[in-house]
């Protein structure tokens, strides 16, 4: 599993050089920093009842063109529970009723903007990317390894690809730093997020919904 997450990186940062190779200049990139709220849908209590906070890192290639591209990395939580609501079906094991689980995720995006004013920026974002996630209990237990909480020889990996789809809008100030707000859902190739698969009555694999708050910085200023 580690030799695919280390693969994934190195794909994610081949499409990246190839097109930093094309920037015009130093100053056509932008480094994005920010913050995420962060709600999950899966086999665990209500759709996007709790909220988690997540750490943002970008940097963005050629965005002075309409139809451009960056890497993204995020570091943050997700977390469900199933209260009094039937959730499982449960035969010889007994699943889990709560979970949290640290993300890790990079992924490639590419953007096109719908509006370009000389200070605001709408735009639609399509990525592709892998994510690296631990689900434990309330008492800080790893899920993973506990193969009583799922069906009889269920076992996942810990690594996933995954689809964010966003669309955001960004005010730049005449020092063309800027501020902005992106939303949007991210569809995980996996539904194990929250350890809950076969036992669980939730069709599909696991998502989440993000509300980001975003600072565009000049790469050369």
């Known amino acids: 599993m580690n030799k695919i997450w280390w693969m994934s990186l190195l ?17 056509n990139a932008k480094i994005v920093v920010g913050i995420s709220t962060n709600a999950y849908r899966g086999d665990l209590g209500q759709p996007y009842d709790k909220w988690t906070l997540a750490f943002q890192g970008s ?6 063109r309409r139809f451009h591209g960056g890497i993204h990395a995020s570091y943050g939580t997700l977390t469900g529970e199933a209260q009094g609501e039937r959730v499982f079906d449960p035969d010889e094991n007994t699943p889990n009723r709560f979970f ?5 995720s990079v992924h490639y995006a590419l ?20 994510v690296r996630f631990t689900p434990k209990d309330q008492f800080n237990r790893n899920l993973q390894d506990d193969l009583s909480t799922r069906a009889p ?20 100030f005449p020092n063309r730093f800027g501020m902005g707000t992106k939303v949007g859902f991210t569809n995980y190739l996996t539904d194990y997020l929250d350890n809950v698969s076969q036992l669980g009555d939730v069709n599909g694999n696991d998502n989440a919904l993000h509300v980001q708050f975003l600072f565009f910085i000049p790469a050369a200023f």
């Open 11 to 27: 794909l994610i940062g081949t499409l990246s050089v190839a097109e930093g190779q094309a920037v015009d200049s130093v100053g």
């Open 59 to 64: 940097l963005l290639f050629n965005h002075q």
């Open 100 to 104: 949290k689980t640290t993300i890790f």
């Open 111 to 130: 953007e096109y903007d719908l509006v370009r004013r000389e200070n605001i920026v709408v735009y639609l974002s399509q990525g592709l990317g892998f």
């Open 153 to 172: 020889n269920e076992t996942y990996g810990n690594v996933a690809a995954m689809l964010p789809t966003q669309v955001g809008a960004t005010y730049f």
